[in-house]
C-alpha cells in the first residue's frame, strides 16, 4: 500500500506541473487586458499553436512573434521620441557646425518646430537622422542615449520616455515568452537607440531588435579597434523593408506580428500569408485622455491602408479606449 501510495502521489505531481505549465491552466496572463473579443483571440490563438494535441501545434523552434516599436510598444506623440532625442542633439552638433542653424530640418530642429518637423518629407528626416546619429563611435552613441534617457522628459507627462510603454503590450510579450515564442522588435527606429534601453524595458536581447542602420566602419581608437557610425543610412526598416529585415536576421517567417500603422503593413501581410495558424495585432490609438486618439489622417503613427486591410481580411484591431484597462505601467493601481 504504501508503494502505491507514493506512486499515485508522484503521478498527482507529475500532473501537476503538466497542468501549472499549460496556457489553459495559468491564471489571467493579459490583466490588464479587458475581457471581451479580443483578448479572447489572442489567448486562444496562444493555446491553439502551444497545445501539443492540437491541429495547429507550431514547433518551438518556429513560434517566432515580431513587434513594431513606435506606437505598438511605447507611445509616438507628439513626435516619434528617436526624433525628439535628434532634436535635442542637434543643439550639440550645431555648436560645433554652426551653419546647421540656417538649413533645413536643422532649423526646425534648434527651434522644435514640431509643426514643421513631423510634416518634412522622408529624405529630410533621414538627413537630421543620420546626421545627429553619425559620426561616432557605438559606444559614444550609447552613451548620448544612456544620458539622454536619464533626463529627457516627456513634454505632456514630464515622465522619462521609458515610462511611457504599454503596460498590456509588455504582459502580451511575457505571456508569448511564457509560452516559449521568440520575441523581436522590428522597427524604423535606430537599431543602436533601440538596444540601449529595450532589454531592460521589454526583455527582449540586442540580437533580436532589428532597426534601421546606419553605415558604418572599422575604427581604431586610443590603439583599440571601434565601430564607427557614419552619417549615411544604409537601410531604413520600414514598409516593405521589414520584411526584408526579418528575412535577413532571423530567417524564418514570424506566426505572429504587431503593428500600428501603414509602416507595419508588409511585415503583418508577410507573417499571415502563410499556412497554419497565424496572428496580426494592431495597436489602434482610440483615448485621448490617456493617450492619444488617432489613425486615418495623422502625420505620426498613420493607420490607414493597414486599417482596411486588417477589417478585411478580420486581423486583431486593438482599440485602446475599450480594450485596455490602463496604458502605462505608473497608471497600474499599487
Known amino acids: 500500500m504504501h508503494r502505491v501510495a507514493v506512486r499515485c502521489f ?20 493579459l490583466p490588464s487586458w479587458n475581457d471581451g473579443a479580443n483578448k479572447r483571440r489572442i ?19 518556429e513560434r517566432i512573434a515580431t513587434f513594431d516599436n513606435d506606437g505598438t510598444l511605447w507611445s509616438e506623440h507628439p513626435i516619434y521620441f528617436p526624433v525628439q532625442f535628434a532634436i535635442d542633439l542637434t543643439s550639440q552638433l550645431a555648436i560645433k557646425r554652426p551653419e546647421l542653424r540656417t538649413r533645413q530640418p536643422f532649423q526646425a530642429a534648434l527651434e522644435n518646430d514640431l509643426k514643421r518637423l513631423k510634416g518634412i518629407n522622408g529624405p529630410d528626416l533621414l538627413t537630421l537622422l543620420s546626421t545627429t ?5 557605438v559606444r559614444e552613441f550609447r552613451v548620448k542615449v544612456s544620458e539622454w534617457l536619464a533626463v529627457a522628459r516627456h513634454p505632456r507627462f514630464d515622465r522619462p520616455y521609458t515610462d511611457l510603454v ?26 543602436e537607440f533601440m538596444r540601449v534601453w529595450a532589454t531592460k524595458i521589454y526583455g527582449i536581447p ?38 526584408i529585415s526579418i528575412r535577413k536576421f532571423i530567417g524564418r517567417r ?18 499571415t500569408a502563410a499556412d497554419g495558424k497565424r496572428l496580426a495585432l494592431i495597436v489602434r490609438h482610440t483615448d485621448r485622455e490617456r493617450e492619444w486618439a488617432y489613425d486615418r489622417k495623422a502625420k505620426i503613427g498613420h493607420l490607414d491602408k493597414a486599417l482596411d486591410e486588417a477589417i478585411r481580411r478580420k486581423w486583431i484591431v486593438v482599440d485602446m479606449k475599450r480594450d485596455w484597462k490602463v496604458v502605462y505601467p505608473f497608471q497600474s493601481k499599487r
Open 206 to 243: 540586442p540580437e533580436q531588435i532589428i532597426g534601421s542602420r546606419l553605415k558604418a566602419r572599422l575604427v581604431k581608437r586610443n590603439g583599440k579597434p571601434a565601430v564607427l557610425r557614419l552619417p549615411e543610412f544604409e537601410f531604413f526598416n520600414n514598409a516593405a523593408g521589414k520584411p
Open 166 to 191: 504599454f503596460q498590456p503590450m509588455l504582459e502580451l510579450l511575457a505571456y508569448l515568452r511564457a509560452n516559449r515564442f521568440k520575441t523581436y522588435i522590428v522597427s524604423g527606429g535606430d537599431i
Open 43 to 61: 489567448v486562444d490563438f496562444v493555446e491553439s499553436v502551444t497545445t501539443r494535441t492540437s491541429k495547429f501545434y507550431v514547433p518551438v523552434s
Open 254 to 271: 514570424p506566426i505572429a506580428a504587431f503593428g500600428n500603422s501603414d509602416g507595419d503593413l508588409q511585415m503583418l501581410q508577410w507573417a
Open 10 to 29: 508522484h503521478l498527482l505531481i507529475v500532473a501537476f506541473c503538466v497542468l501549472s505549465n499549460s496556457p489553459a491552466a495559468a491564471s489571467d496572463p
Open 133 to 137: 546619429h553619425g559620426d561616432m563611435t
